[in-house]
């Protein structure tokens, strides 16, 4: 790990001050702070199969599924979609808006549901390309299934990897997650591009994939239809961002060709997580343009991130918003593409 920073002055610092082209926001990159950085893994959590509420699903009461996909065998379900049995939403009704004053508060319509996959012991890192395919492709047909309900603004998939990325249940398990409203995340993000698409008429996330290309310091896999990067403003000390080379604003429309390439490079990314880093426990959500059809999104280019997490976020991140990472992006991307 290096003591300091040089920018192209030569001028050397102890920290540097990145800011994001996309939010405007800052990150600080303390490398002094990573000197003693160790990789100890996620905290381990068991949960025996007659136990565990995804092993057998019925059992636990558990709805019928919405979406069932079959090992190729036939012999057994590889992959189901149930309703979330403590959603954070529900059915309601999304167009009435409640006013008290200088507050504003509307119904939590939605729906909420789990991507349950079958193998009690198994960790995403260990699947194959195949296979993450097959799981992005169930991803895709719920996204089409929930954007045509009325209420439905956004639909945000996720992956908690760990008790400390949230996970409470050890079996492997996503969600999905579709709101009547934009995350403000989202919206930030959404906002960014659209000011840099009116003021450039490009596409920010094309035009950072391009300059990442030419200076190929933070690339750590690349295939026909994507690319994988450590992002120059990390939120979290290795996060990793995929997109596809081709713009499209849109991943439900991605098709089952970019999926393919999108699978490997996903692949590559969740093993290098687990093997380098000793299985920490992580995050992956995807980014991608809003349901609304009245409105144009296609300034925007969808993604995926992944935010390993290696330990409680402190003060100043809460009290400011300030992100702060100890290990720099080029030299976690020389590390996880070694």
């Known amino acids: 790990m290096f003591m300091a920073l040089k920018n192209k002055k030569n001028i050397l610092s102890i920290s540097e001050?990145?800011?994001?082209?996309?939010?405007?926001?800052?990150?600080?990159?303390?490398?002094?702070r990573g000197q003693?950085?160790?990789?100890?893994?996620?905290?381990?959590?068991?949960?025996?199969?007659?136990?565990?509420?995804?092993?057998?699903?019925?059992?636990?009461?558990?709805?019928?599924?919405?979406?069932?996909?079959?090992?190729?065998?036939?012999?057994?379900?590889?992959?189901?979609?149930i309703p979330n049995k403590y959603p954070m939403v529900g059915h309601g009704e999304c167009s009435l808006i409640f006013q008290n004053g200088l507050y504003k508060s509307r119904s939590g319509s939605g729906f909420h549901e789990?991507?349950?996959l079958r193998d009690h012991n198994r960790y995403l890192a260990q699947y194959s390309a195949s296979e993450i395919k097959k799981i992005l492709m169930a991803y895709r047909e719920r996204y089409l299934s929930l954007a045509k309900d009325k209420c439905v603004e956004y639909i945000s998939i996720f992956h908690n990897h760990g008790k400390e990325a949230g996970s409470t249940v050890p079996h492997l398990h996503s969600q999905i997650l579709a709101l009547p409203v934009l995350?403000?995340?989202?919206?930030?993000?959404?906002?960014?591009?659209?000011r840099y698409f009116h003021k450039n008429r490009a596409c920010i996330h094309c035009e950072?994939?391009?300059?990442?290309?030419?200076?190929?310091?933070?690339?750590?896999?690349?295939?026909?239809?994507?690319?994988?990067?450590?992002?120059?403003?990390?939120?979290?000390?290795?996060?990793?961002?995929?997109f596809p080379k081709k713009h499209s604003a849109y991943f439900e429309k991605t098709s089952d060709d970019e999926l393919s390439s999108f699978s490997e490079a996903m692949k590559f990314a969740l093993f290098s997580i687990y093997k380098k880093l000793k299985d920490p426990a992580f995050n992956f959500f995807i980014h991608t343009a809003p349901t609304n059809k009245n409105r144009?999104?296609?300034?925007?280019?969808?993604?995926?991130?992944?935010?390993?997490?290696?330990?409680?976020?402190?003060?100043?991140?809460?009290?400011?918003?300030?992100?702060?990472i100890s290990i720099a992006p080029e030299e976690a991307a020389k590390l996880l593409k070694a």
Not at 305 to 310: D, K, M, N, T, V
Request: net charge positive; hydrophobic share 35%; aromatic share 12%.
């Open 36 to 81: 003693r950085y160790k990789f100890r893994g996620r905290i381990k959590t068991k949960l025996s199969k007659n136990k565990c509420p995804f092993d057998n699903l019925s059992k636990f009461g558990n709805l019928p599924p919405v979406l069932v996909y079959q090992n190729e065998n036939k012999n057994d379900w590889f992959l189901q979609i």
């Open 208 to 242: 950072i994939i391009g300059q990442e290309l030419k200076e190929n310091k933070r690339i750590i896999y690349q295939n026909k239809h994507t690319v994988l990067i450590t992002p120059f403003t990390s939120k979290a000390n290795f996060e990793i961002r995929i």
């Open 114 to 116: 789990l991507v349950i």
């Open 183 to 194: 995350p403000p995340d989202v919206n930030h993000s959404i906002d960014g591009s659209r």
């Open 17 to 32: 001050l990145r800011q994001d082209p996309v939010f405007g926001d800052f990150i600080l990159l303390a490398p002094l």
């Open 296 to 324: 144009d999104y296609n300034h925007y280019h969808w993604h995926m991130e992944i935010l390993p997490r290696f330990g409680t976020t402190g003060s100043i991140e809460l009290g400011t918003g300030l992100n702060i």
